[in-house]
């Protein structure tokens, strides 16, 4: 049974670098993509950004300056950096894998299987 | 970026009502779609990937349709665990977006 945890620091100061890991245990790491999702307070998701297990990246353009992810398949684990936050990006952060098959003539996603248990980032002065 | 809306925003409905949510793209997506379940503290749930594959262990009243802009989200008949609220994401191109949600909660 896969799982996915995550963990990080859950109270930052405004301008701080947030950061989050999520670790995979229990099944393959290089056969899927994997993702960051967020959840402001009372409202919905947002999509913030995928890796390939090589490394590869696509990030919300809404984020795109400031977001990272990155991956460690020694450790088979992903991360996410979110540079100078501000009170807006407080919201529960999820970790997802990305289920990656072959359709007819090229690669499609069919759907984000397997999620964390999601960190709540609060940011406050 | 695609533009997903969905209706109703909520709704209320009793345990074995057939429930219909309804998710629209801003341009045609194919049948890159899934659907989510997310209850209250809780990460979502799939339900429903590729428009109309049910996800392993998802429940049969569970039925997912549509393909290019128009997608419907179907429960034949309501449990006491559905009451929850529903999310559409596109998964034909990046960014990935996600619907506004629907929450359906009891009548």
């Known amino acids: 049974q896969v799982q996915l945890q995550q963990w990080g620091a859950g109270l930052l100061k405004p301008s701080d670098t947030l950061s989050l890991t999520c670790a995979v245990y229990g099944g393959s790491f290089s056969g899927y993509y994997w993702s960051w999702i967020r959840q402001p307070p009372g409202k919905g998701l947002e999509w913030i950004g995928e890796i390939t297990h090589s490394g590869s990246t696509d990030y919300n353009p809404s984020l795109k300056s400031r977001v990272s992810i990155s991956v460690d398949t020694s450790k088979n684990q992903f991360s996410l950096k979110l540079s100078s936050v501000t009170a807006a990006d407080t919201a529960v952060y999820y970790c997802a894998r990305v289920v990656r098959m072959l359709g007819f003539l090229q690669w499609r996603t069919y759907g984000l299987d397997v999620w964390g248990q999601g960190t709540t980032v609060t940011v406050s002065s | 970026a695609i533009q997903m809306t969905q209706s109703p925003s909520s709704l209320s409905a009793s345990v074995g009502d057939r429930v219909t949510i309804t998710c629209r793209a801003s341009?045609?997506?194919?049948?890159?779609l899934g659907w989510y379940q997310q209850k209250p503290g809780k990460a979502p749930k799939l339900l429903i990937y590729a428009a109309s594959s049910l996800q392993s262990g998802v429940p049969s009243r569970f039925s997912g349709s549509g393909s290019g802009t128009d997608f419907t989200l179907t429960i034949s008949s309501l449990q006491p665990e559905d009451f929850a609220t529903y999310y559409c994401?596109?998964?034909?191109?990046?960014?990935?977006?996600f619907g506004p949600g629907t929450k359906v909660d009891i009548k």
């Open positions: 994401l596109q998964e034909y191109i990046y960014p990935r977006t």
């Open positions: 341009q045609g997506i194919r049948n890159d």
